[in-house]
């Protein structure tokens, strides 16, 4: 079977993006897998699949599947790619679409400069929305992650931007020990389903550095929920004022939050790369 693709980046999180509007196909964990191998298939961090809309409501269905074959709720970065895809495939006209996802309902808009701006939903910071177990619902809490003989405890914030996150402030991004702890944190067993590990410097009020985890795809360049986790965390934490420019090793986001249900914005580049046919 060939089906045709599109590679797409945002930040350097890169994606395979299928068309399942006109050329209907769900990739299974294994081609999942293939695709996103960088020696032997496309390379990428999630694969993206457009579908048709599941409803009046909506103008497509977006679902993401991570590079190890594991089907996910959310992805701020794809989302952007999403709606550049859509656009550039003649698939709507409309700058601002209403898509549905795993994780709930996102609005994301085309910006006349080309940058993409999404609604990302609101926050949600209680642990059985992660889910994360704890008795307590405070927004930093302390997590013991033991590797072999050493151990350490994380104050972390645990968030839900449709996808779970667990955030934490180090002092140095560029010396934070991300693949070591990294992986870790995303397995600990306190997250059933496991977690994306976000590590946030404090550069000032309004600008932080991010280096993130993600689940089931290893560090990445950038993650877009993850940056909304981070800045809500840090609000709620008090250690930020909206908005706040997020700088990733990929690239800048701008993201934007007014508080208690308001919902996070987004805004940044999506950017196409190529397009090709593949065998599987």
Not at 167 to 179: K, N, P, R, S
Request: with cysteine; aromatic share 8%.
């Amino acid at each position: 079977m060939k089906v045709r693709f599109t590679k797409m980046h945002g930040l350097g999180n890169d994606f395979v993006v299928f068309d399942a509007v006109r050329q209907p196909f769900v990739p299974s964990p294994g081609q999942a897998r293939f695709i996103a191998d960088r020696h032997f298939g496309i390379g990428c961090d999630q694969i993206l699949v457009v579908e048709p809309a599941g409803g009046p409501d909506v103008d497509f269905r977006y679902r993401i599947f991570n590079a190890d074959g594991g089907e996910v709720e959310q992805c701020g970065n794809g989302a952007r790619c999403f709606v550049r895809f859509v656009h550039e495939q003649g698939l709507t006209h409309k700058r601002e679409i209403r898509v549905e996802t795993r994780g709930g309902l996102i609005v994301p808009r085309l910006e006349i400069n080309g940058e993409v701006t999404v609604d990302m939903g609101i926050p949600r910071f209680a642990p059985t929305d992660i889910p994360f177990s704890s008795s307590s619902e405070a927004i930093v809490q302390p997590l013991l992650v033991e590797n072999g003989r050493e151990r350490q405890t994380f104050d972390i914030s645990v968030v839900s931007m449709g996808n779970p996150h667990a955030v934490l402030v180090v002092d140095d991004v560029a010396t934070a020990h991300v693949e070591r702890w990294g992986p870790l944190i995303e397995s600990h067993p306190r997250f059933p389903r496991r977690v994306n590990a976000g590590f946030m410097q404090v550069v000032d009020r309004r600008d932080i550095r991010l280096r993130v985890f993600e689940r089931g795809a290893g560090e990445t360049l950038a993650c877009g929920t993850g940056a909304c986790a981070a800045v809500a965390a840090g609000i709620r934490r008090g250690l930020l004022d909206s908005p706040v420019r997020v700088s990733t090793r990929g690239g800048d986001l701008s993201i934007a939050w007014g508080g208690p249900d308001t919902p996070v914005m987004m805004t940044g580049p999506a950017v196409t790369v190529f397009e090709g046919e593949i065998e599987l």
